[in-house]
């Protein structure tokens, strides 16, 4: 075995979704809350374009950056969301936005060399670093400052060594929202050292409270700001795998080129689907979004009356991050013992991160019902531990 695959982490939450799975077998009844997937349908729209492009015969090899039609998209996206229109060619197209996580790394990062990153943060930023043999350099995020990322703890952490900032906001695992000013000085930071900033906006349409802010309006993706988002979270195209990259026009072209070398292309019947989805009915997010703020409000309402547990309010996407020190149990003890005793799956947030232990992610991806039955099924487990 290589020593890169040695090194590979993928995503622990998967494991507890397999376990879930062969409770379930076992004729148990769970309750999921641990994959962070919309249980929401693609719009039939979406879905249209997508077999009507497979019925027309377009399921042949494209150009490796995406086909035009769904680049301009993009652009025109951008334009309407941003304020700024790119040019085509700093737009690439690719298999999900996961994968661009280490696309702008390679890019970008030289093995041994740096990356910012928040603690806790999606594990795939971690796992793409110690594949690529680049170092992460964590910044914890705080439960008192609601775990937004803090550009003065930023500032401390910058070194000769580090190439690239990662931020993410909406952000994974804790749901938190960075401020206008926060973001601004972020971009300055990355600006005053010259170094990259990769802005993770997968969660950036889904906002409650705060209004979502990015950087990339400071240089319009031609300098040092890379965007990544995609189709998953905001159009619930989990499956599809479609996600795209803007930034300036020679990194993006050799993103295309790693991209090409894995993947050769992302399939056109999926980016027809894109397609539709940037330029049809965005109402549809907006409908979504209702049902995803009335569980946000009923599970950390639930969570809060839970005996030991503490939460506070997300201001995005769709995962609250409890405190549960107070129980007794250590994140990744509570985690096994609502899964085995309640029959609720749900994630320790040292999965996140040495920074997230003592917490836990729920994705409230799922019913109202679903919701108060998992905290009336923990509230029995947490009693009959005699936890007060």
Request: aromatic share 8%.
């Amino acid at each position: 075995m290589s020593d890169a695959a040695g090194r590979v982490e993928g995503q622990p939450m998967f494991k507890i979704l397999a376990r879930a799975n062969e409770l379930a077998g076992q004729g148990r009844s769970i309750l999921h809350f641990e994959i962070g997937e919309p249980d929401f349908e693609t719009p039939l729209h979406i879905a249209k374009a997508g077999v009507e492009a497979i019925k027309t015969g377009d399921t042949h090899y494209v150009p490796s950056m995406g086909i035009l039609e769904l680049r301009d998209s993009v652009c025109k996206y951008i334009e309407r969301e941003y304020g700024f229109r790119p040019k085509r060619e700093q737009v690439l197209i690719c298999p999900g936005a996961n994968p661009i996580i280490s696309y702008a790394m390679q890019a970008v990062v030289n093995p041994g060399e740096q990356v910012i990153v928040q603690d806790p943060g999606f594990p795939s930023y971690y796992s793409a670093m110690t594949f690529n043999n680049i170092v992460p350099n964590r910044v914890p995020v705080w439960e008192e400052n609601h775990f937004r990322m803090d550009p003065v703890d930023i500032k401390e952490r910058m070194n000769s060594q580090t190439r690239l900032i990662m931020m993410n906001s909406p952000q994974n695992p804790t749901g938190a929202v960075m401020t206008k000013e926060e973001v601004e000085s972020v971009y300055d930071i990355a600006q005053e050292e010259d170094v990259f900033l990769l802005s993770d906006e997968i969660y950036g349409k889904m906002t409650y409270d705060v209004p979502h802010h990015s950087p990339i309006h400071r240089d319009k993706c031609n300098e040092r700001t890379i965007l990544l988002n995609g189709f998953s979270k905001a159009y619930s195209m989990t499956g599809w795998r479609l996600g795209y990259a803007v930034g300036p026009a020679d990194i993006i072209e050799k993103m295309g080129l790693i991209l090409s070398t894995e993947v050769s292309c992302v399939p056109p019947f999926v980016q027809r689907a894109g397609i539709a989805a940037l330029e049809g009915d965005q109402g549809v997010i907006a409908e979504m979004m209702k049902h995803f703020r009335q569980r946000r409000d009923l599970i950390v309402e639930g969570l809060n009356s839970l005996p030991g547990v503490s939460c506070i309010v997300p201001g995005g996407a769709f995962y609250a991050f409890p405190n549960v020190k107070n129980t007794g149990m250590t994140d990744v003890e509570f985690t096994n013992f609502m899964l085995e005793e309640a029959g609720v799956a749900t994630c320790p947030g040292s999965y996140f991160g040495g920074n997230g232990a003592g917490f836990v992610r729920f994705s409230y991806a799922s019913s109202l019902e679903a919701i108060s039955e998992a905290i009336n099924r923990m509230r029995t487990a947490l009693e009959s531990r005699k936890v007060k």
